[in-house]
């Protein structure tokens, strides 16, 4: 059980207050930089996939036997979604060689983004959360963070075109 409360909680950071979601998208970001200088794009997606199953089992355990499918100390998911949320960043960087930190007003964005879809939750996000199960915990991040992608990709469009 404390394996799976380090990872659902991201190593503590889920009980910090208030607003423990976006401590754990904001915790996410320095993360996500780090993998893709390792790493690249490939360990970042690498990373993604990791954290997403490893956080649905950590979601799993803790919240076994209990009437909350999503306490509001798991933060695994806002990790993963956030870090889906950064992914055209780390797809550009990759593919065109430049400073992934060069590209700060996408990562502002992508934060801003991922925790508006994550606290709104329109259309299939919201029908993720309202499963009502560990799987609808990380799905609904994962949901938010494909349409902050999308809006980053949209956004980063409309500036480089003007």
């Not at 950071?13 to 996500?32: H, I």
């Not at 970042?44 to 100390?73: C, N, Q, R, Y």
């Not at 933060?75 to 400073?99: F, H, K, N, T, Y």
């Amino acid at each position: 059980m404390m394996i799976a409360r380090m990872i659902a909680t991201v190593m503590g950071v889920g009980y910090l207050r208030p607003a423990p979601g976006t401590w754990g998208s904001l915790v996410a970001l320095p993360w996500a930089w780090l993998l893709h200088v390792i790493g690249g794009l490939p360990l970042l997606v690498i990373g993604i996939i990791a954290a997403f199953f490893k956080g649905w089992w950590a979601t799993s355990a803790m919240t076994k036997g209990s009437d909350d499918h999503d306490p509001s100390e798991i933060v695994v998911d806002e990790l993963v979604g956030q870090w889906i949320a950064l992914l055209p960043l780390s797809i550009a960087s990759w593919r065109m060689g430049i400073d992934i930190t060069v590209m700060w007003p996408g990562w502002i964005a992508a934060f801003v983004l991922f925790r508006l879809f994550d606290i709104w939750k329109p259309w299939i996000i919201g029908w993720a959360d309202r499963r009502g199960d560990p799987l609808g915990v990380m799905l609904d991040d994962v949901f938010a963070g494909l349409f902050a992608a999308i809006g980053v990709v949209i956004l980063a469009g409309v500036a480089h075109a003007i």
